[in-house]
């Protein structure tokens, strides 16, 4: 395992507990309900993301003070020269969550500030009518996605990330929505867009929500 896949690891075990914490706190469902919770928000005053503030009981990445903030540059780039590539998703009493990295496999040095662009499309590459939301305040209370967007500059090879959340809730006698099975993302709005497959795929339920970090640095 590489020293950047076990830091992305850390991001997303982090996130899974603090997701455990919010179902504890009775945020998320329980097994076999069917009823969302009320006012639609979630609690994480407990575990919070590497870099996010606060205490975490998830582990900490042993390599994270040496880690360079660097990848090998992708086959293949973008024309905006940013790549952007999903982890699989973590879940935990309906709360899920995945981190996001951006490279700079370009040439030349780039600044970002802002959230990633979101679309979900389902199994036949249509976009799914699911509402982005910066922040994910009526989702989960996780310190990272919550942040102010600053300016994120990348010389070529280094990376960025963020992190999307949503919960499987299903409040209709209809059940659930159809699944997200792929992300169309741009690193900016406006920007060229890219397809990334999701494993598992995205169970949203019924919610129709989605929300979303800004972009920042590592560590």
Excluded: F
């Excluded at 998320?28 to 979630?42: E, I, L, M, V």
């Excluded at 992190?163 to 997200?180: C, F, I, K, L």
Aim: hydrophobic share 30%; with cysteine; net charge neutral.
């Amino acid at each position: 395992m590489t020293t950047g896949r076990r830091g992305r690891w850390a991001w997303g075990y982090g996130l899974l507990m603090a997701a455990v914490v919010v179902g504890v706190n009775g945020c998320a469902d329980q097994p076999g309900s069917r009823t969302r919770n009320a006012g639609g928000t979630g609690s994480s005053s407990g575990p919070t993301l590497p870099g996010g503030g606060g205490t975490s009981s998830a582990p900490k990445d042993r390599d994270a003070s040496t880690k360079s903030n660097t990848e090998a540059p992708p086959v293949g780039c973008p024309e905006s020269g940013l790549r952007i590539t999903a982890e699989e998703p973590e879940a935990a009493m309906g709360l899920r969550a995945m981190g996001l990295t951006m490279v700079n496999c370009g040439d030349t040095t780039r600044t970002v500030t802002g959230y990633p662009a979101i679309r979900v499309l389902g199994a036949d590459e249509t976009e799914l009518d699911v509402a982005i939301e910066p922040g994910a305040a009526s989702i989960a209370t996780i310190d990272t996605l919550r942040a102010e967007p600053r300016p994120v500059t990348l010389r070529p090879g280094e990376r960025a990330i963020s992190g999307v959340a949503w919960r499987n809730t299903v409040t209709s006698a209809a059940g659930a929505d159809p699944s997200g099975h792929e992300l169309d993302v741009a690193p900016l709005p406006g920007q060229d867009r890219q397809r990334i497959p999701i494993p598992g795929g995205i169970d949203l339920g019924d919610t129709r929500r989605l929300g979303v970090g800004p972009w920042r640095t590592p560590g």
